[in-house]
């Protein structure tokens, strides 16, 4: 993942509620958790990624789970809902780079556009995101050139999480097989170097 940026933005502004967030947690991981909630810097991470939309062929990762009865004569698809674990490439090619994957559920919600309702996760598999999470869950509505979906949550480095997620079709090279997505994703979240400052 070459194209993040990163900036800090200022101190975590919740030093008014540390006393009651910070007791009653036990367990040691607990301590991390909210030491590093409280006391450590938010910042912003800028994300920049391909999304590997495989609906058809032999490495396919995309499949229909239900269908409701009116799906196929509609135009908006409503009512179709698909699973996904879609590979996610630092370049638009299939070939280039592994950084994630996106896996979750989604699904036509609007009776008169193709706009499909996201519940997905993004599981980084690289660098410093290795096993860290990012939870979406939006409106993307498919014929709009340019869509805006909001990140709700995270995990890891993205602990505390929250945000939103830029996405464009790059290239349909088969509609039937493969669509590739451009992902760029913005989020505030608390940071993890932060941890390495902290006097536990
Ligand atoms: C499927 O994946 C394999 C292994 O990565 C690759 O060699 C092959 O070219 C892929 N096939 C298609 C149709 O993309
Ligand atoms: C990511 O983390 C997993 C589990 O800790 C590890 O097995 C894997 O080698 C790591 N991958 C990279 C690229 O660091």
């Known amino acids: 993942m070459g194209k993040i940026g990163t900036v800090f933005l200022g101190f ?3 030093a008014i509620f540390i006393p009651w967030v910070c007791s ?5 991981e607990e301590k991390i958790w909210s030491q590093s909630l409280c006391r450590g810097k938010e910042k912003v991470t800028k994300l920049h990624f391909y ?7 032999p490495n396919r990762t995309v499949y229909d789970v239900a269908k409701s009865e009116i799906t196929d004569s509609l135009p908006s698809e409503f009512g179709e809902v698909l699973v996904l674990d879609n590979l996610v490439t630092a ?3 299939p070939e280039s780079k592994k950084v994630g994957r996106m896996q979750g559920v989604v699904g036509l919600s609007d009776l008169h556009e ?3 309702f996201m519940l997905v996760n993004l599981v980084f598999t690289e660098g410093k995101f290795n096993g860290s999470t990012l939870s979406v869950l939006g409106r993307n509505p498919l014929n709009d050139k340019v869509r805006e979906v909001q ?10 999480a ?11 090279v088969d509609a039937h097989i493969l669509s590739v997505y451009e992902y760029t994703v ?9 941890m390495d400052l902290l006097d536990m």
Do not use: N
């Open 12 to 14: 975590c502004s919740l």
């Open 51 to 57: 999304l590997q939309d495989v609906v058809g062929g």
């Open 24 to 28: 009653g947690l036990k367990e040691e």
């Open 186 to 194: 913005v989020v505030f979240h608390f940071d993890e170097e932060a």
């Open 151 to 160: 990140v709700v949550g995270g995990t890891g480095v993205f602990r505390m």
């Open 114 to 116: 193709m706009a499909l």
């Open 91 to 93: 370049g638009p090619e």
């Open 162 to 172: 929250r945000g939103y997620v830029i996405t464009r079709t790059h290239s349909v």
